[in-house]
């Protein structure tokens, strides 16, 4: 069996004026994820999906119960300690991309070498141009993210995750803002990208994307209420207990 | 994360929001200017008008005057050596300097070099500590002759041409402040009552005699009378030499004497030294003159037997130089006088015991001396001129006797700390002693100044808080704009620490930019202002070529609180862009 990258157990978080009528973004949570794995996290609107991937990635702290992530625990971990596992080992994709508007595509891309130490500082333009020559947009460097389409901007988002090859890629709703064949270009990236041996979690509303990844987790008001893993050849999983 | 990146980050953000930064830095550059104007402007009144007159922690003290029906009586209390050891030990002292007047009636004449024709008026002097004026001496000299030391080898004064002196093989000038800080000169006398007060007559000269220990550190014992211990002539002042005596080798002043009585009033600059009286006639040696630089200083206007010495050193006062260029040049169709500097080194001479408004003393009691000016300060007499005390004290006893040099006119109190100086003035009043009027004016001054001070250094102040709050609302207002860029940051791997480094690096490049352009505004604004037409013709600011003080302590001041407030107003701009919740913004 691979390594755990993602241990949670019994993660609670309640957002302000949550708890009594509405129940808790997420509520004892149990879950643990491999290296390799490609997890989809599915659940209607408002389940924790969001929550759930903003605790992982150590940007919500306000949380109870246990959560390691690359085998540190989140819980005892620092800002310094945690900013420097999302530098490190971690990445992350947004439905809305989130490039900065005033930076070109090879900046953007770079943007996580200058806030780590000096050996990604240093490899920061090799690793940037390999990252951008992976998603296909190696010529477009020099461009101002304006100037892209949707898709390529997704793309330009998935190289700079990429950029410090991180153990664990957490995408947000990657193909909410595409129609649906863009979509399927930054699908088939990230899908190639879990191939090569990237553990990847996706949190979406789309069926075919569940489909296509080898394990689904869904979300119902807080609780996992379904975890089903699938043989890569696409056989039918178990039911969650 | 390094400083390298951090700054090109804050670089990016300087640049894309440079109007609104530009805008917040207004208030830190006229804050700041403000601030550095004020301080240079008072700083340098202080420094360059009012220190000459008086420094901030000296006072001059004179008797009480009491006034009766309209005329002014000094309280009968003297200012002699029992007052002055009590000022000494008054809490806080630590300089207590006693000034003289002459206390008999001369007259002077000269100036033919500068005026066009000699001047002849009645003269009034005082003596001051030398210490006094040292550097205002020092700085007239350097200003007009340059570097004190002179370059080339010599053997004796000769060699090194007029106005230098040889000492250990190379020419040096014999300075101005040399001349005023040790005059010397012997005083004849017939008696210990024609003596100042702790000098005894000795052999017919006024000299300190030989206590119980010797004549301590330096001194020789010689027949009764200490005298200076030396190894050559180049030890000794002006118009001595060394040679051996009864307790080693010491200086003398060397005895002269002039050919004829009508000698005495000569201007022929050969003809006054004398000749020098050998000292054992039989040797044979040939007759030589005073030395260069000294002439032949006789007893009494009617004698032509004397000592060689150097001419008495004196200072004038810069408003003597107005006083004569409007009031006297032209009354009288004289040339007036461009600047001070022209004066030094200019001969006069004087006569004391003539008058043209009282009585004349018998001839055989006047004496003639002269003089050469060597500097110039405010510190000198206004209607008058300033010589070193020593020599007002010995003119005093050799004309009035032991009690006319007894007594000081004023004295000069000095305290370590300013502000123990009004308590030093306080206790004074005890032992009779009132601020001067010159003086009191001075300390009126410098306190109004203070005060000025404090009014412009608040209002640069208030301006700079005010700064500082434009800074932090103009830096809310960007992290707003930057919201999303900081959430990115931050999930890419940036510590809080980062934001808040990089929110107080661009508020504090802000300050250094305001605060050094706010210092660069007062430096022109102050340039504009020395150009103003009149601003050399201010009373009391004759020689003051600049009105400001830019020392390098205003100007870091400038900068520094530009500085203190930029990072004071991004303080909580720091703390909320750290307290924003990156989840929030990105999902
Ligand atoms: N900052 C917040 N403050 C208060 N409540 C919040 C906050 N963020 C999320 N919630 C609530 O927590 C619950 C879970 O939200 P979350 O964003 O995780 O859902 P989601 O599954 O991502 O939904 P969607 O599919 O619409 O993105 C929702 O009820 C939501 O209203
Ligand atoms: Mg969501």
Sequence with gaps: ?241 | MTLATRMGIVGRHLARSRTHLAFAAVGLVVGSASLVFFLALTGGIRERVLNRLYPVNQVELQREMVRVFGLGLEVPSRLDEAVLSALRGLPGVQGVWPKQKSRFQAILWGGREVFGRDFRVESFFDGIDPVLVRDEIRHAEQEAYGPEVLSGRCETDQDCGLGAACRAGTCGRRTFWDRFRDPGGDLLCRDDGGCPPGEACIDGRCGIPCGDQGCGEGGVCDRGRCRKACGSDEDCLPGETCSSGAGGRACRRLECRLENVQQVFSSDPEVIRGWVVSSNPSAGESPRRCPLGTWCATGSVRSVEGTCEAPIPVILSPSLLEIYNRVVASAMGMQPVSGLEILLGVPFSMVFGESFFIEDAPVDRRVLRRCVVVGFSNKALDFGFTVPLGVVVRANAMMRGREGAAEATSVILETARNEDLAAAVEDAKVLGLVPAPRSEEARKASQVLRILSWVFGLVSGVMLVISSIHITHTFLMLLTERRLEIAVYRAVGARLSDIRAMVFLEAGLLGVFGGGAGTGLAWLLAQGVNRLPGMGGLPGLAGVSRLFDFSPGVLLAGVACAEVFALVGAWLPAARAARMDPAAVLS
């Excluded at chain 1, 599915?42 to 246990?66: A, P």
């Excluded at chain 1, 949190?203 to 807080?222: C, K, N, P, Y």
């Design chain 1, 1 to 241: 069996m691979n390594e755990v990258v993602v241990q949670v157990r019994g993660l609670t978080r309640v957002h302000p004026g949550q708890g009594g009528e509405r129940p808790p973004a997420l509520q004892g949570v149990d879950l643990v994820i491999r290296a390799g794995e490609g997890v989809a996290v599915v659940g209607r609107s408002g389940s924790g999906k969001t929550t759930l991937l903003n605790v992982l990635g150590g940007l919500d702290r306000h949380w109870t119960g246990e959560v390691l992530v690359q085998g540190r625990d989140l819980g005892r971990l620092g800002d310094e300690g945690i900013s420097d596992l999302r530098n490190r080992h971690l990445g992350f994709v947004f439905q809305a991309f989130h490039l900065l508007p005033h930076m070109t595509v090879r900046e953007n891309v770079l943007l996580p070498s200058w806030f780590g130490d000096r050996s990604l500082l240093r490899d920061g333009p090799d690793r940037a141009e390999a990252a951008l020559r992976r998603v296909g947009l190696w010529d477009r460097a020099g461009d101002l993210p304006g100037r892209l389409s949707a898709g390529e901007r997704q793309r330009v988002a998935v190289a700079r995750a990429l950029l410090n090859r991180p153990s664990l890629l957490l995408c947000d709703e990657p193909t909410g803002n595409l129609d649906p064949e863009t979509g399927l270009v930054v699908l088939d990236l990230l899908l190639d990208l879990n191939r090569e041996g990237t553990t990847l979690v996706i949190a979406t509303h789309e069926d075919r994307i569940s489909r296509v990844l080898g394990r689904t987790v869904e979300l119902r008001e807080g609780r996992v209420v379904r975890d089903v893993t699938r043989d890569p050849v696409g056989s039918a999983g178990r039911e969650a207990p």
